[in-house]
Nanobody
Framework: QVQLVESGGGLVQAGGSLTLSCAAS????????MGWFRQAPGKVQETVAV????????YYTDSVKGRFTTSRDNAKNTLNLQMNSLKPEDTGVYYC????????????WGQGTQVAVST
């Protein structure tokens, strides 16, 4: 079983930066495919960024490309999401998820952390 705990959310002005962290326990992050998802009020959940287990390739949704970067910190057993040039439309609850393979459903989820970007 894998437990995930997100941290680092908060309120920031547009143009600012935040770093989210997802601490994993029960398995090392290098053996997991991991991703960030967000849920904005009244909108469906969106995949923000994914890092593959096998090759550490990354995927970003178009709206965050060039602004967000996800990476593993194997020493801390965390997944991080560096978010720069934040926009009000980045507001939402950000969730970390993991799965054992690069395919299939996301098996493990964190509880989420709130990000609010003001104008």
């Amino acid at each position: 079983q894998v437990q995930l705990v997100e941290s680092g959310g908060g309120l920031v002005q547009a143009g600012g930066s935040l770093t989210l962290s997802c601490a994993a326990s029960g398995r090392t992050v290098s053996t997991l495919a991991m991703g960030w998802f967000r849920q904005a009020p009244g909108k469906v959940q969106e995949t923000v960024a994914v890092i593959s287990q096998a090759s550490s390739n990354t995927y970003y949704t178009d709206s965050v490309k060039g602004r967000f970067t996800t990476s593993r910190d194997n020493a801390k057993n965390t997944l991080n999401l560096q978010m720069n040039s934040l926009k009000p439309e980045d507001t939402g609850v950000y969730y970390c998820a993991a799965r054992i393979s690069d395919y299939g459903r996301w098996e493990f989820w964190g509880q989420g952390t709130q990000v609010a970007v003001s104008t």
